[in-house]
């Protein structure tokens, strides 16, 4: 089988995600990487960006964040195709015929192996069960979606995390008004807590419940917060909700089990699962695992198309490929 000129697709931008892209395009294949989040980096960057890691691979101490950002810059010379804010529902075909990957948006994303990297499965944002939010058909946005939209608007954000103050401060430089609102006391580090009161003109700040959303016409107009008990009543075009994330119960059809513990392919040839979302009591969940699991799925994916050669240096440091990308990049 040749090599194949569509791109492989990969479920999950978590570090075992991306570190397979990287490994792919240094095999010089192109990859589509789909995720249920608005951005790449799976637990690091969703669950504990400013958490320091001590045990990845030759850094002894490096944030969460800074791990994805390494990655990132690592995977930028292949420009992979980054779909995020989409959920995986399903996968089919061979090897022979190519894969599909149906999404819960609805798209058909296609490509010539499928690598699995879901680790616990799609994080997606905690929805808000507030009073009033199923008559709400516009004006609420999770997570940082939307908040490219609060030019001018009265926006009001809710959480009491990194994130939710981050977000804050970042809309307050273009909305008209922004309110934080948080339930429970803030959490963040010093520096954001030093940055939040600095903005303590272009933004205020609520601890309260979010107790009900009014909309007219189906968009979202008054948000009501109750303070020690007393309610209080703000117009805004915009709720941005950070209130956290959770697991998506659904699970993928189509995926089968592994049946080669090496490479991770399951008992369809050409799709793997790697990192976190194998099924090994044994297995540790860490970070570095998944990069191991990573090289060994895209090695096998490359033996199957291209069985009968050698292809590729096993080193990136004296491979010819590796040094035009280097100067690409
Ligand atoms: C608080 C905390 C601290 C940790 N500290 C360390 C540490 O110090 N050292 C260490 O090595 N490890 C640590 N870990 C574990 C480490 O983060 C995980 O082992 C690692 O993130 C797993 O990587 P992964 O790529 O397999 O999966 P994940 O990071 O879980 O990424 C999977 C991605 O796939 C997406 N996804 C899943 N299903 C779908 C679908 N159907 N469609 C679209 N997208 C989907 C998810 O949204 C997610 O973004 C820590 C974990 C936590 C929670």
């Not at 000129?5 to 395009?25: H, K, R």
């Not at 009491?160 to 804050?168: K, S, V």
């Not at 915009?238 to 998506?248: K, N």
Request: glycine share 10%; net charge negative.
């Amino acid at each position: 089988m040749d090599t194949p000129n569509a791109p492989l697709i990969i479920i999950g931008a978590g570090p075992a995600g991306l570190y397979a892209a990287v490994q792919l395009g240094m095999k010089g294949h192109r990859s589509t990487i789909i995720d249920a989040l608005p951005y790449p980096g799976g637990q690091c960057a969703a669950l504990y960006p400013a958490g320091m890691i001590n045990d990845a691979p030759s850094h002894h101490d490096i944030s969460a964040a800074s791990l994805v950002d390494q990655l990132k810059d690592q995977l930028q010379p292949f420009a992979p195709l980054l779909l995020t804010s989409r959920r995986a529902k399903s996968v089919w075909g061979s090897l022979d015929a190519g894969f599909s990957v149906e999404t819960n948006t609805g798209e058909t994303i296609t490509g010539a192996a499928v690598i699995y990297a879901g680790g616990a499965g799609a994080l997606i944002p905690r929805p808000l069960m507030t009073s009033g939010i199923e008559a709400v058909k516009g004006g609420v946005s999770y997570l940082t979606e939307g908040a490219q939209t609060s030019a001018g608007k009265r926006v009001a954000v809710f959480g009491d995390g990194e994130a939710a103050i981050d977000l804050a401060l970042t809309v307050s430089r273009q909305a008209k008004s922004v309110a934080l609102i948080h339930s429970t006391p803030l959490r963040a580090g010093q520096r954001t807590m030093n940055d939040l009161a600095g903005a303590a003109r272009r933004l205020s700040v609520v601890n309260g419940d979010l107790s009900r959303v009014h909309s007219a016409d189906g968009l979202l107009s008054r948000i009501e917060i109750s303070v020690n008990g007393a309610a209080q009543m703000h117009d805004v075009d915009l709720l941005l909700v950070q209130a956290g994330l959770e697991r998506a119960r659904e699970t993928i059809t189509g995926l089968t089990d592994i049946n080669n513990a090496m490479t991770g392919e399951t008992e369809t040839p050409g799709i793997f699962i790697i990192g976190d979302a194998l099924p090994s009591a044994s297995r540790p969940p860490v970070i570095a695992a998944g990069f191991s699991e990573a090289s060994r799925a895209v090695e096998a994916i490359q033996q199957r198309f291209n069985a009968d050669e050698l292809t590729t240096p096993p080193h990136t440091t004296t491979s010819p490929d590796e040094q035009a990308h280097r100067n690409v990049a």
